[in-house]
């Protein structure tokens, strides 16, 4: 079965809305393109590297609609080889609309999202969730994503579509490997989606049920 990874990038407060440029996602949001001065090296080459595999695009309409009108005219070799990447492989838009699919390779999904998700999974090894928040929102609603890749930047926004905004269930994660920083202050942390659901405790007992 394959794994579907969900590359997201978020300030503090978790605002992931509209990080790459103005107008990306403007509906009265004042910090479009917050991310471009805190993009460094390090940040470049472990979103190259976490795309090593990669054989499947799955993306909500807005940034379908942002990487079809950029990506296919950029040269084969930019950005480590993301165009040519981006080009080649399929692409999968999920839309409850009429979306333009000029973009080759692109295919939009069938209104039972869940379950055109499960089906992606019998096709494809490692299909990448970019941004889509909406859609983020429905993947993590239904525990339909296996790795989250969250990239963590020094700002705090105040305004803007969170991560987690209402989508989400209770879901234990499994820190995959130590966090990589960056000299601009952005954290990255792998997770996995693991079994079950948060378990609580009693921080003033120990482990045995004791008064620590």
């Known amino acids: 079965m394959g794994i579907i ?17 103005p107008g990306e996602d403007p509906d009265g949001f004042p910090y479009g393109g917050w991310q471009a001065p805190l993009f460094d090296e390090t940040v470049g080459e ?16 807005r940034t379908y609609d942002i990487f079809a009108g950029f990506w296919p005219d950029q040269e084969d070799g930019v950005d480590g080889g993301i165009a040519t990447l981006f080009n080649r492989i399929p692409k999968y838009v999920a839309s409850r ?24 999974r019998d096709r494809h090894e490692h299909i990448h969730v970019i941004g889509s928040l909406n859609l983020v ?26 991560v987690f905004d209402g989508g989400a269930v209770p879901a234990n994660l499994t820190l ?6 960056s000299a601009k202050g952005a954290v990255l942390l792998r997770y996995g989606l693991a079994a079950g659901t948060p378990a609580t405790g009693d921080m003033a ?8």
């Open 5 to 21: 990874h969900i590359d997201l990038f978020a300030t503090l407060d978790l605002v992931g809305q509209a990080p790459g440029a």
């Open 46 to 61: 472990h979103v190259t590297a976490g795309m090593r595999g990669m054989d499947a695009l799955l993306l909500g309409r």
């Open 97 to 120: 609309g009429n979306p333009d699919l000029g973009w080759a390779g692109s295919t939009q999904l069938r209104p039972d999202l869940a379950g055109a998700v499960r089906e992606l």
């Open 137 to 162: 929102q429905t993947l993590l609603r239904e525990r339909l994503f296996d790795r989250l890749d969250l990239w963590i930047f020094p700002l705090v926004l105040g305004v803007g579509k969170k």
């Open 176 to 181: 995959l490997e130590p966090p990589v920083t």
């Open 205 to 212: 007992r120990d482990d045995r049920g004791a008064p620590a």
